[in-house]
């Protein structure tokens, strides 16, 4: 049997724990932190806005399991997690880092990218989709992406175009994650995307609204 390459002893498998670094980052936002890990989590993004949304994140459902957790927002590799007003960051900030930090040194997987469903605001931004839309649409999409979603992503959210009017001038958009529902966000449109759009497409009646993701 020995002589055959018989095993006389099956060594145990043990599951390696993959060492990772996550570190928690305040937002503007004063009900969100963000959480960033020291690898990629996710190439899909994924917004939970409640523990029936997460078919795709085994880590947003844990995290839906502590009573202050709101909404949860993944993003490559970060987590921006929205709480309720019954508990302040300073008293729960160490708990869900420490638990994230377990949960993918464990070698749990954070999103199922195979369960991602593609909703149609982002599917905007796809190529096959995007070469149908008008051409200040399109650029409307370019500017998003190339100058504001980079900011957008440091604060712990996301920004998608969502449609633009010639009659009216009016761009929509959508906040995700840190930046839904943050009360200076407002502003942020006003002073900052309005004003890029106005002076890169060269027209000063354009009005930007958000629609809350």
């Given at each position: 049997?020995?002589?055959a390459?018989?095993?006389?002893?099956?060594?145990?498998?043990?599951?390696?724990k993959?060492?990772?670094?996550?570190?928690?980052?305040?937002t503007?936002?004063?009900s969100?932190m963000?959480?960033?890990a020291?690898?990629l989590?996710?190439?899909?993004i994924?917004?939970?806005k409640?523990?029936?949304?997460?078919?795709?994140?085994?880590?947003a459902k844990?995290?839906?399991?502590?009573p202050?957790?709101k909404?949860?927002?993944?993003?490559?590799?970060?987590?921006?997690v929205?709480?309720?007003?019954?508990?302040?960051?300073?008293?729960?900030?160490?708990e869900?880092?420490?638990?994230?930090k377990?949960?993918?040194?464990?070698g749990?997987?954070a999103?199922?990218e195979?369960k991602?469903?593609?909703?149609?605001?982002?599917e905007k931004?796809?190529?096959?989709?995007?070469?149908?839309?008008?051409?200040t649409s399109?650029?409307?999409?370019?500017?998003?992406?190339?100058?504001?979603?980079p900011?957008?992503?440091a604060?712990?959210?996301?920004?998608?175009?969502?449609?633009?009017?010639?009659?009216?001038?009016?761009?929509?958009?959508?906040?995700q994650?840190?930046?839904s529902?943050?009360?200076?966000?407002?502003?942020?449109?006003?002073?900052?995307?309005?004003?890029?759009?106005?002076?890169?497409?060269?027209d000063?009646?354009?009005?930007?609204?958000?629609?809350?993701?």
């Open positions: 049997y020995v002589n390459g018989g095993e006389v002893v099956k060594p145990k498998e043990e599951n390696k993959v060492p990772v670094t996550v570190y928690a980052e305040s503007p936002n004063p969100v963000k959480f960033v020291s690898r989590l996710t190439k899909s994924v917004e939970c409640n523990i029936d949304e997460t078919q795709a994140s085994p880590l844990e995290l839906f399991k502590f202050f957790v909404e949860v927002f993944i993003d490559e590799n970060y987590i921006s929205t709480k309720y007003a019954v508990s302040e960051w300073q008293d729960v900030t160490n869900v880092r420490s638990f994230i377990e949960f993918i040194e464990s749990k997987i999103v199922d195979t991602v469903e593609n909703l149609e605001r982002q931004q796809q190529i096959k989709n995007f070469d149908n839309l008008d051409v399109q650029k409307i999409i370019n500017i998003i992406e190339e100058y504001i979603k900011a957008v992503a604060d712990g959210g996301n920004i998608l175009f969502d449609s633009f009017s010639e009659i009216d001038k009016t761009v929509k958009v959508i906040l994650g840190a930046c529902g943050c009360p200076s966000s407002t502003f942020t449109l006003k002073n900052g995307i309005e004003n890029m759009l106005k002076e890169m497409l060269h000063q009646e354009l009005k930007v609204e958000a629609l809350n993701g």
